[in-house]
């Protein structure tokens, strides 16, 4: 036979079950809270990794941005440096080669030594023709020494090839006044002219000895594989 329980059964055993409700709900609450708190690191990691990589990300393309300017200045630079230093190359390659041609024009003035010249440019064109009649183109000024180194050539001419050859001046066709000295030899019928000038020679030079000129002033370029 049960017996009813008491009032203060009954109060104790209300008290047990919202001892049990109350430590059941802060057990949950704490699980709760666990979870959330693991949630809200695993996010915050997250979101430092994204925010992380993405400052990586704009610091590299800036770090590029940088490096590729630097290298656009540098480049810029060296280029103007390099147009400078070969301008000033070339002013000075210029005022040697016009040093020479003004150098030339004394040549002339001593008449013996001069015709001595006249005499082995028109040799050298003889030679290469090899023809019994050419003419020879001077500037008026200098008539009197290439009829001296015309008559001297034909005689040298014939010795060493032992042939005759005749050498006549062309008059109508003058040197202009203004070249530093020398002759042409014409053949061919005036379809061959061999330009013996001293400044056509001078022109030659610039063109087949300026690598060489420049090693001499400037030096070897380390940067240059192939020379002419």
Known sequence: MSHAMSDEQVSAELKKMTMFIRQEALEKAKEIQIKADEEFAIEKSKLVRQETSSIDTQYEKRFKQASMSQQIVRSTMANKTRLKVLSARQE?????????????KGYAEDKSKYQEICKNLILEGLYALNENKVLVRAKKADYEVVKKAMADAEKEYKENMEKE????????????????????????NGKIDINNTFDERLKLLETDALPMVRRSLFGKNENRRFYD
């Open 165 to 188: 050859v005749k050498i006549e001046l062309d008059e109508k066709n003058p040197q202009p006044q203004d070249l530093a000295g020398g002759v042409s030899i014409v053949g061919g």
């Open 92 to 104: 000075l390659l210029d005022d040697l080669f016009q040093r020479a041609s003004e150098k030339l």
